[in-house]
C-alpha cells in the first residue's frame, strides 16, 4: 500500500477500476474529485490499481489534514488488497487530523450516525407513494413540463437563491465547483439535467448522476410558488420513469435534515445508514486555534 498524489494517478486506469467493481459509490471518478476536492490523492495496493481508496485533503498552517470533500457523501475501498483497518493505521502516520465518512460501522471507536435515503426502481415503485404525494405530483403534471438542459447555470443561480444560503457550508468556491462537476458530468455521460418549466420559463430543476445501475439526485431547486403546484414532486416522479429501465436504485444523496429526508420518504424511499468518523492527532496549538475561530 502507498499513497499516491493526483498528478501521479493514470486517471483511465483509476476510472477503470472504479467501472468494473461490484461498489457503486460515484463520488470515487477522477472527474468527480477533480472538481470538487481542494487536493486529493489516493491509496493504492498492485501495480494495475488491484485496490484503491480516493482521499481527499489538505494543509493548513503546515498540519496536513484529510477531509471529506464537499458534494461527496462517503469514501469506499476497491478491491481486497487493505482493508479499513489497515488504511486508517497507514493514513494516521500522513495526516494529523483525518475526517471521513463510510457506509462501514465501528472503523473507530467512536462515529456519529448519519442516513441517506434510496429508492428501489425495480419494485413497484409508485405503489408506495404517500397520498399527499399522489396528489401533489398529479397537480404539477398538469401545470409544468419537463426538458434537459445542457447549462447547468440557471439550476445553480436558482439554488444559491433558495438553498444555498441556509447551508453554512456551501460558499463562493463550493458552487463553483459544483457548477463544474455538472459541467464536466454532462460532458462525460454520466450526469443530467432536467429542468421543469410552466410555459417557457424555468421553475425548478434537477440534476442526476448515473453510474452502473444507480442514479444518485445530486442538487435541485424550485421557485417557492412552484413547489407548492408541486414542481418537485413531480420531477422526481419524471425522473423514476425515466431512469426505471436502465437502472436498478435511485439515490436521494442524503440529507440530515429531516424535513428534506421526509419529503424522499414520501416517495416510498428507505433510511440507508452511513457514518462520520474524526480522528484527530493535530498539535495542541491547532486545536486551540481551531475552537478560537469557532
Same mark, same amino acid.
Given at each position: ?75 469506499? #475501498? ?8 489497515? =488504511?486508517?493505521? @497507514?493514513?494516521? +502516520?500522513?495526516? /494529523?487530523? &483525518? ?94 439535467? #432536467? ?8 421553475? =425548478?430543476?434537477? @440534476?442526476?448522476? +448515473?453510474?452502473? /445501475?444507480? &442514479? ?79
Amino acid at each position: 500500500m502507498k499513497f499516491v498524489t493526483r498528478e501521479h494517478i493514470d486517471t483511465e486506469k483509476w476510472n477503470n477500476r472504479i467501472e468494473k467493481d461490484a461498489a457503486e459509490n460515484v463520488f470515487s471518478y477522477t472527474w468527480y474529485l477533480d472538481a470538487t476536492a481542494e487536493t486529493w490523492g489516493a491509496l493504492i495496493s498492485g501495480d494495475d490499481f488491484e485496490t484503491i481508496m480516493p482521499v481527499a485533503y489538505t494543509t493548513k498552517l503546515g498540519v496536513k489534514r484529510m477531509y471529506q470533500a464537499p458534494f461527496t457523501r462517503e469514501y469506499s #475501498i476497491f478491491g481486497n488488497g487493505f482493508n479499513w483497518s489497515e =488504511a486508517l493505521e @497507514f493514513l494516521t +502516520k500522513e495526516f /494529523k487530523h &483525518i475526517s471521513f465518512r463510510s457506509g462501514d460501522l465501528d472503523l473507530t471507536s467512536t462515529c456519529e450516525n448519519r442516513q441517506h435515503q434510496e429508492l428501489q426502481l425495480t419494485e413497484d415503485y409508485p405503489s408506495r407513494y404517500r397520498s399527499n404525494a399522489k396528489r401533489l405530483i398529479k397537480k404539477g403534471n398538469k401545470i409544468f413540463q419537463f426538458r434537459f438542459g445542457t447549462d447547468p447555470s440557471p439550476l445553480i443561480q436558482l439554488f444559491e437563491e433558495t438553498v444555498a444560503h441556509k447551508v453554512e457550508a456551501v460558499g463562493t468556491v463550493e458552487i463553483d465547483n459544483l457548477k463544474q462537476l455538472m459541467r464536466d458530468a454532462i460532458q462525460l455521460g454520466k450526469g443530467e439535467l #432536467i429542468e421543469v418549466t410552466e410555459g417557457d420559463k424555468m421553475v =425548478a430543476s434537477g @440534476f442526476f448522476l +448515473k453510474d452502473k /445501475k444507480r &442514479i444518485t439526485y445530486l442538487k435541485g431547486a424550485a421557485l417557492e410558488d412552484a413547489k407548492k403546484s408541486g414542481a418537485m414532486y413531480s420531477l422526481f416522479n419524471y425522473a423514476f420513469e425515466r431512469y426505471q429501465n436502465d437502472y436498478d436504485t435511485f439515490d436521494f444523496g442524503g440529507s440530515d435534515i429531516e424535513p428534506v429526508a421526509n419529503f424522499f420518504r414520501k416517495f416510498g424511499a428507505t433510511d440507508r445508514n452511513y457514518y462520520n468518523y474524526t480522528i484527530d492527532n493535530s498539535p495542541l496549538w491547532f486545536k486551540t486555534l481551531k475552537r478560537l475561530k469557532g
